[in-house]
């Protein structure tokens, strides 16, 4: 016993350390005026070796604060075609370590998903899915999820999909573009929490964004025929778009996502804020609808090639 206590006693110490010490793997935060969200961000990946904020010329304190909070800050300028923030980052950034975790301004990761981080990347895959709770309005949302994104990777073998990258009006960072991975991923249990700290007309303003993609992305989808048998593919991002295609096709969609949100997600036990966030949900997809049509209306077709 005597000679089996101070073994015991040194492995607990060697994991404590293990816990506590720098990850190998390098954080890329693309951000644009997220002074209310940037040092929560920064914090919670403080375990991390190293992390590099791209930003876009922001008129606020990104920059600064994210100096301050040590990351490694870059400027990057979109000139309306070729690679956007994500994928031109992952192309050019001298990265210190093979796993990259992309993480948005706004999202944090807790300490429970930091430590499956940590053993992930040891691991059989290349790449890691992880699901995204939405914190609105101060309330976690239940109809929110599930909703995976794969955001741990081998940053080599990974790379945004080309789908209406260059469409016009939608930003210099991809959004709703996914992960292709060239390996094999697998799934970490622990959740990623997205919560926006600036005031609601920040939503509102992506939202209008990504409802350009959303409608370039839409008129491209139905010039294409819907090859349902690939939804039997095991490429996650594969399947997405076949739903996707089928999707876009069905009547009524606003009131589908609302009901989508509310109903099927169970939205209303998530109170006022679940209700606030389906009625959103629903005026997003009734502006996707809108902008489509006058797309599919113009005299000539803009539509931008990937």
């Given at each position: 016993?005597?000679?089996?206590?101070?073994?015991?006693?040194?492995?607990?110490?060697?994991?404590?350390?293990?816990?506590?010490?720098?990850?190998?793997?390098?954080?890329?935060?693309?951000?644009?005026?997220?002074?209310?969200?940037?040092?929560?961000?920064?914090?919670?990946?403080?375990?991390?070796?190293?992390?590099?904020?791209?930003?876009?010329?922001?008129?606020?304190?990104?920059?600064?604060?994210?100096?301050?909070?040590?990351?490694?800050?870059?400027?990057?300028?979109?000139?309306?075609?070729?690679?956007?923030?994500?994928?031109?980052?992952?192309?050019?950034?001298?990265?210190?370590?093979?796993?990259?975790?992309?993480?948005?301004?706004?999202?944090?990761?807790?300490?429970?998903?930091?430590?499956?981080v940590r053993v992930a990347?040891?691991?059989?895959?290349?790449?890691?899915?992880?699901?995204?709770?939405?914190?609105?309005?101060?309330?976690?949302?239940?109809?929110?999820?599930?909703?995976?994104?794969?955001?741990?990777?081998?940053?080599?073998?990974?790379?945004?999909?080309?789908?209406?990258?260059?469409?016009?009006?939608?930003?210099?960072?991809?959004?709703h573009e996914h992960i292709?991975?060239?390996?094999?991923?697998?799934?970490?249990?622990?959740?990623?929490?997205?919560?926006?700290?600036?005031?609601?007309?920040?939503?509102?303003?992506?939202?209008?964004?990504?409802?350009?993609?959303?409608?370039?992305?839409y008129q491209r989808f139905?010039?294409?025929?819907?090859?349902?048998?690939?939804?039997?593919?095991?490429?996650?991002?594969?399947?997405?778009?076949?739903?996707?295609?089928?999707?876009?096709?069905?009547?009524?969609?606003?009131?589908?996502?609302?009901?989508?949100?509310?109903?099927?997600?169970?939205?209303?036990?998530?109170?006022?804020?679940?209700?606030?966030?389906?009625?959103?949900?629903?005026?997003?997809?009734?502006?996707?609808?809108?902008?489509?049509?006058?797309?599919?209306?113009?005299?000539?077709?803009?539509?931008?090639?990937?």
């Amino acid at each position: 016993m005597l000679t089996r206590r101070p073994q015991t006693i040194n492995r607990e110490a060697d994991e404590k350390s293990l816990l506590h010490s720098r990850c190998p793997v390098s954080v890329l935060i693309p951000a644009k005026n997220e002074e209310a969200n940037i040092v929560q961000a920064l914090k919670s990946v403080a375990w991390a070796d190293e992390v590099w904020v791209v930003d876009s010329g922001s008129s606020d304190r990104t920059e600064e604060l994210a100096r301050e909070y040590g990351a490694r800050v870059i400027q990057f300028q979109y000139v309306g075609s070729g690679p956007k923030k994500k994928n031109w980052s992952l192309e050019n950034l001298p990265f210190n370590n093979d796993w990259v975790l992309i993480l948005d301004a706004d999202e944090r990761i807790p300490a429970a998903l930091a430590d499956e981080v940590r053993v992930a990347i040891g691991g059989e895959f290349d790449g890691y899915y992880i699901n995204r709770e939405c914190v609105f309005l101060g309330r976690a949302l239940r109809c929110f999820g599930p909703n995976w994104n794969l955001r741990l990777f081998r940053h080599r073998l990974g790379r945004y999909e080309l789908l209406a990258t260059n469409a016009p009006n939608t930003g210099d960072n991809e959004v709703h573009e996914h992960i292709v991975l060239r390996g094999r991923a697998g799934y970490l249990r622990g959740r990623l929490v997205n919560e926006d700290r600036r005031p609601l007309h920040a939503w509102v303003e992506n939202h209008n964004r990504y409802s350009d993609w959303e409608a370039e992305v839409y008129q491209r989808f139905l010039n294409e025929p819907l090859n349902i048998r690939e939804i039997l593919t095991s490429e996650r991002v594969w399947r997405r778009r076949i739903l996707k295609r089928i999707w876009l096709r069905l009547p009524f969609r606003p009131l589908a996502r609302f009901t989508l949100f509310y109903l099927y997600r169970r939205g209303f036990l998530d109170g006022w804020q679940g209700f606030a966030y389906a009625i959103l949900m629903g005026y997003y997809e009734f502006l996707i609808g809108l902008k489509l049509r006058e797309r599919r209306s113009a005299p000539t077709n803009g539509s931008s090639s990937a």
